[in-house]
């Protein structure tokens, strides 16, 4: 049986069907709305404009399985999916990716290994699953694997269908500096005294002005507040 020939719904409830996905490269990720890894939506979104036009489908698959992450109805996860990160890629309907009621479609995906070589359930939301064109799945990356990674981004390049190069300006992370490691503090470079600092400065004229008195039988504020009680 194809991984095309599973049956599962939009996130609105029609029928999505993943023949539409046929000849192209498709990262499948099981999505959460209230984890700690939400953030790799952007992420997502990010990759998915990068290579869209040389054939990547990014497909989010929400799931509440981990931590109940994902309680949201379907207009909510899509409204939450729309307003935050702009999503624009395709979203299924919540299933369950583990477990006696997992989706049929995460029974064929779980039999992939991941690069250390085991297979089996996922661990936690944003786990992601490439397949190739030609309906493989050919690599399989763990939760804490950021969509952008440069070894998934390879991956996505290698089996998309339209070849091409990296495109410019490619914004990965930028590696920390190896000459300061984790943790480490800074020192600042030694404080120089300006020298307009020894310049004299000229002193202002202390210009005298009058003081009004209060009218006869009216008391200033500050007469008022001097003479109150203690």
């Keep these: 049986m194809s991984i095309y020939d599973h049956q599962i719904n939009r996130l609105d409830g029609s029928p999505l069907d993943l023949h539409d996905y046929e000849d192209k490269a498709l990262l499948i990720v099981n999505v959460a709305s209230k984890c700690g890894l939400t953030p ?15 054939g990547l489908v990014v497909l989010g698959v929400p799931c509440d ?6 309680p949201g109805t379907p207009r909510e996860i899509a409204d939450f999916c729309e307003v935050n990160f702009g999503i624009t890629f395709p979203i299924t309907e919540k299933v369950e990716v583990n477990g006696p009621d997992r989706h049929e479609l995460f029974e064929k995906l779980t039999d992939t290994p991941d690069p250390d070589g085991t297979a089996g359930d996922l661990r936690w939301n944003f786990e992601k699953f490439l397949v190739e064109p030609s309906g493989s799945v050919v690599a399989r990356f763990r939760p804490l694997t950021d969509p952008l990674a440069p070894d998934l981004v390879a991956a996505v390049e290698q089996h998309l269908p339209e070849p091409g190069s990296l495109p410019e300006p490619w914004s990965l992370p930028e590696a920390v500096p190896a000459t300061a490691p984790f943790g480490a503090v ?3 470079a030694a404080w120089e ?21 209060a009218p006869v039988g009216r008391r200033g504020l500050l007469s008022r507040w001097a003479r109150r009680p203690r």
């Design 193 to 213: 005294r300006p020298a307009s600092w020894d310049q004299p400065v000229a002193e202002a004229p202390v210009v005298e002005a009058p003081v009004a008195e």
């Design 65 to 70: 399985q981990f931590g109940g992450q994902e």
């Design 186 to 188: 800074q020192t600042p």
């Design 40 to 54: 790799q939506y952007a992420s997502l979104q990010k990759l998915y404009e990068t290579y869209a036009e040389r």
